[in-house]
């Protein structure tokens, strides 16, 4: 059974500071992950997905990759914002018709 | 805006009352499914479907029920609701075609509180 870890639950950093927000996953043999950003009482925004053939993806000032062999993938937000205050989950999708696994997200407070 | 519209946004219910939680998507997901969020359980799922007339169970479905009779729409039926389904409920769906999969879509929620 898939399992999807995400340490820690919460981060507070300084505006402007460059963080990186980790996701691990038990079984190897994924076939996609999926970033989300939900910020308080809203839905769940996509944020990158990353196929199983690919290593990263990118969309402004956010970087995911994807290392299969090690069950890991890291969220890189570079220059962070209060803005970008919100909560990241991620989340694994196995195989082509299976459901996602889901992490319990992180909480990340950027202060000003 | 092509995506997941989930209806209604608020409700309140009284135990053992009845009700149904829409959700429509408008970009021809053979894939839909249903999530219940609560705070330090994450998102757990409640039902999915691959297609229309085609349901199945997921983590926590009793209580619930589901039926796919179209493409768009799929309902999420509380048949008695009791106290523990106080929680957010999320529609979220998918493309699982090959080179069509750009992941899940998720609605803005439903926030039903059983009193």
């Known amino acids: 059974k898939q399992e999807v870890t995400q340490i820690p639950a919460a981060l507070s950093v300084p505006e402007g500071e460059n963080l990186v927000l980790n996701c691990s996953f038990t079984d190897s043999a994924i076939y996609n992950l999926q970033w989300f950003r939900q910020d308080p009482g809203k839905g769940l925004t996509s944020l990158l997905l990353i196929q199983s053939s690919q290593r990263e993806q990118t969309s402004g000032r956010l970087n995911a990759s994807l290392d299969k062999s090690s069950g890991r993938s890291t969220l890189y937000i570079a220059a962070s914002q209060p803005g970008d205050s919100a909560t990241y989950l991620c989340a694994v999708k196995t195989g082509a018709n299976s459901k996602l696994t889901f992490g319990k997200g992180i909480t990340l407070s950027v202060r000003p | 805006n092509a995506g997941v519209t989930q209806t209604p946004k608020f409700q309140v219910l009284k135990t053992g009352q009845s009700m149904t939680l829409q959700c429509a998507q408008d970009m021809n997901h053979e894939y839909m499914s249903w999530y219940r969020q609560d705070p330090g359980m994450g998102l757990r799922l409640i039902h999915y479907s691959v297609g229309a007339g085609i349901t199945d169970q997921g983590e926590v479905p009793n209580g619930y029920n589901v039926s796919r009779s179209t493409t768009e729409d799929f309902p999420l039926r509380l048949l008695s609701a009791a106290p523990s389904q106080t929680s957010v409920y999320f529609c979220?769906?998918?493309?699982?075609?090959?080179?069509?999969?750009?992941?899940?879509?998720f609605g803005s929620g439903t926030r039903l509180t059983v009193v």
């Open positions: 979220a769906s998918s493309s699982h075609t090959p080179g069509q999969d750009y992941g899940y879509t």
